[in-house]
């Protein structure tokens, strides 16, 4: 069995009259992320570390924001879609370990629908996916209520029979 851990980092300003994407759930905020996608940083982050675990380069190269097929796509799609690019070569998901950054608007509430959506997308078990939510005290842009961010941290493995 190979194992392969990758990391994956995303952020992305919060502006007026946007959606709040998180995780795949809508979060009702008077801001919302922008971005050439629904500019979901979590499903992002997460897009990023599957691909780099598998040397698959990143959500940019596979997704650009220069092509308009993915002008407002639900990242939700861009993950099943990068699951399948995984899967091309061998590659399944062992967990995911992420973290959201934000002052507001507050995750805790909403962790729980994020782990189904996610678990369903990906075709995962919903406790091989840990979600943790955080500020940074008032401190940087985060902090200011300007972005938010996300990490994640995922196994992936291939089995050799």
């Not at 851990?5 to 922008?34: F, N, Q, S």
């Not at 675990?53 to 879609?81: C, Q, T, V």
């Not at 370990?97 to 990906?122: F, G, H, N, S």
């Amino acid at each position: 069995m190979r194992f392969r851990i990758g990391y994956g980092y995303d952020v992305h300003r919060l502006v007026a009259d946007r959606e709040c994407w998180i995780g795949g759930v809508c979060i009702p905020h008077d801001k919302g992320l922008l971005g050439h996608s629904d500019a979901d940083v979590l499903i992002h982050a997460i897009c990023d570390a599957l691909l780099g675990a598998a040397n698959m380069r990143d959500i940019g190269y596979h997704f650009p924001d220069s092509d308009p097929e993915f002008h407002n796509i639900d990242s939700k799609i861009l993950l099943a879609e990068t699951v399948r690019l995984i899967g091309t070569k061998g590659y399944t998901i062992g967990n995911i370990d992420a973290t959201v950054c934000a002052e507001r608007p507050k995750l805790k509430p909403y962790i729980p629908t994020m782990q189904e959506t996610l678990a369903k997308v990906m075709d995962i078990p919903v406790e091989d996916i840990s979600i943790k939510a955080t500020t940074e005290e008032r401190l940087g842009f985060t902090g200011r209520e300007e972005g938010i961010s996300a990490s994640a941290v995922v196994l992936i493995y291939r089995n050799f029979f």
